[in-house]
Protein backbone atom coordinates (compact mmCIF):
# COMPACT_ATOMS: atom_id res chain seq x y z
CA UNK A 1 0.00 0.00 0.00
CA UNK A 2 2.48 2.66 0.85
CA UNK A 3 4.36 1.62 -2.31
CA UNK A 4 1.18 2.85 -3.96
CA UNK A 5 0.88 6.03 -2.44
CA UNK A 6 4.79 6.90 -2.67
CA UNK A 7 4.00 7.61 -7.05
CA UNK A 8 0.91 9.52 -6.81
CA UNK A 9 0.79 13.17 -7.39
CA UNK A 10 0.75 15.95 -4.69
CA UNK A 11 -1.75 18.04 -6.15
CA UNK A 12 -3.96 15.55 -8.99
CA UNK A 13 -5.24 16.94 -11.75
CA UNK A 14 -8.93 17.53 -11.94
CA UNK A 15 -10.31 17.39 -15.19
CA UNK A 16 -12.08 20.06 -16.72
CA UNK A 17 -13.32 22.17 -19.97
CA UNK A 18 -13.82 25.52 -19.83
CA UNK A 19 -12.57 28.70 -21.93
CA UNK A 20 -10.39 30.76 -21.35
CA UNK A 21 -7.83 33.78 -22.84
CA UNK A 22 -4.33 33.45 -22.46
CA UNK A 23 -2.26 36.55 -22.59
CA UNK A 24 1.53 36.48 -23.69
CA UNK A 25 3.84 38.03 -26.24
CA UNK A 26 1.14 41.29 -26.39
CA UNK A 27 -1.13 39.12 -27.97
CA UNK A 28 -4.46 38.06 -26.53
CA UNK A 29 -5.21 34.12 -27.74
CA UNK A 30 -8.50 31.87 -27.05
CA UNK A 31 -8.27 28.76 -25.54
CA UNK A 32 -9.79 25.84 -23.38
CA UNK A 33 -8.72 24.63 -20.03
CA UNK A 34 -8.51 20.89 -20.29
CA UNK A 35 -7.29 19.93 -16.56
CA UNK A 36 -6.24 22.25 -13.47
CA UNK A 37 -4.35 21.23 -10.03
CA UNK A 38 -3.02 23.90 -7.74
CA UNK A 39 0.00 24.59 -8.98
CA UNK A 40 -0.45 23.87 -13.02
CA UNK A 41 -3.00 24.16 -15.52
CA UNK A 42 -3.45 22.32 -19.14
CA UNK A 43 -4.84 24.63 -21.74
CA UNK A 44 -5.66 23.82 -25.59
CA UNK A 45 -4.89 26.43 -27.99
CA UNK A 46 -5.51 26.80 -31.45
CA UNK A 47 -2.62 28.52 -32.78
CA UNK A 48 0.85 27.73 -32.41
CA UNK A 49 2.60 29.92 -29.51
CA UNK A 50 6.63 30.92 -28.67
CA UNK A 51 6.77 29.45 -25.18
CA UNK A 52 9.33 31.76 -24.02
CA UNK A 53 7.91 34.11 -22.00
CA UNK A 54 5.38 34.29 -18.96
CA UNK A 55 1.95 35.17 -19.59
CA UNK A 56 -1.31 35.42 -17.73
CA UNK A 57 -4.49 32.95 -18.27
CA UNK A 58 -8.05 34.46 -17.85
CA UNK A 59 -10.80 32.24 -17.13
CA UNK A 60 -14.89 33.06 -16.84
CA UNK A 61 -15.01 32.54 -13.12
CA UNK A 62 -12.96 35.72 -12.25
CA UNK A 63 -9.67 34.24 -11.85
CA UNK A 64 -6.42 35.77 -13.50
CA UNK A 65 -3.19 33.43 -13.50
CA UNK A 66 0.33 34.08 -13.89
CA UNK A 67 1.86 31.21 -15.61
CA UNK A 68 5.13 29.95 -17.04
CA UNK A 69 5.31 27.56 -20.13
CA UNK A 70 6.34 23.84 -19.15
CA UNK A 71 6.09 21.90 -22.45
CA UNK A 72 3.65 22.02 -25.47
CA UNK A 73 2.39 18.65 -27.15
CA UNK A 74 0.76 19.22 -30.70
CA UNK A 75 -2.76 17.09 -31.10
CA UNK A 76 -4.48 16.74 -34.23
CA UNK A 77 -8.29 16.77 -34.22
CA UNK A 78 -10.56 14.61 -36.38
CA UNK A 79 -10.71 17.36 -38.68
CA UNK A 80 -7.16 17.25 -39.33
CA UNK A 81 -6.69 20.49 -37.77
CA UNK A 82 -3.40 21.13 -35.51
CA UNK A 83 -4.25 22.73 -32.09
CA UNK A 84 -1.65 23.15 -29.07
CA UNK A 85 -1.50 21.35 -25.87
CA UNK A 86 0.59 23.45 -23.10
CA UNK A 87 1.03 23.21 -19.55
CA UNK A 88 1.68 26.23 -17.50
CA UNK A 89 2.93 25.95 -14.00
CA UNK A 90 1.46 28.52 -11.81
CA UNK A 91 3.57 31.58 -10.71
CA UNK A 92 0.82 33.57 -8.82
CA UNK A 93 -2.43 33.80 -8.41
CA UNK A 94 -3.78 37.34 -9.42
CA UNK A 95 -7.25 37.24 -8.77
CA UNK A 96 -10.06 34.60 -7.21
CA UNK A 97 -7.61 33.16 -5.11
CA UNK A 98 -10.44 31.08 -3.06
CA UNK A 99 -12.43 30.44 -6.41
CA UNK A 100 -8.90 28.69 -8.22
CA UNK A 101 -8.66 26.67 -5.06
CA UNK A 102 -12.65 25.47 -4.73
CA UNK A 103 -12.03 24.67 -9.13
CA UNK A 104 -9.10 22.60 -8.50
CA UNK A 105 -10.51 21.16 -5.33
CA UNK A 106 -10.60 16.90 -6.20
CA UNK A 107 -12.49 14.70 -3.45
CA UNK A 108 -10.57 11.85 -2.22
CA UNK A 109 -13.07 8.85 -1.05
Known amino acids: MAEKQRFKRLYPRRQ ?3 PCQVCCLNRLIT ?3 VDVSYDG ?8 VEL ?3 A ?11 V ?3 YTQPIYTR ?3 AQYRVGYKIQLIEKG ?3 WTNLCHVVHW
Open 16 to 18: LHT
Open 31 to 33: GEI
Open 41 to 48: VGIVLHQA
Open 52 to 54: TEA
Open 56 to 66: SVELPERIRLR
Open 68 to 70: RPV
Open 79 to 81: GGR
Open 97 to 99: QRA
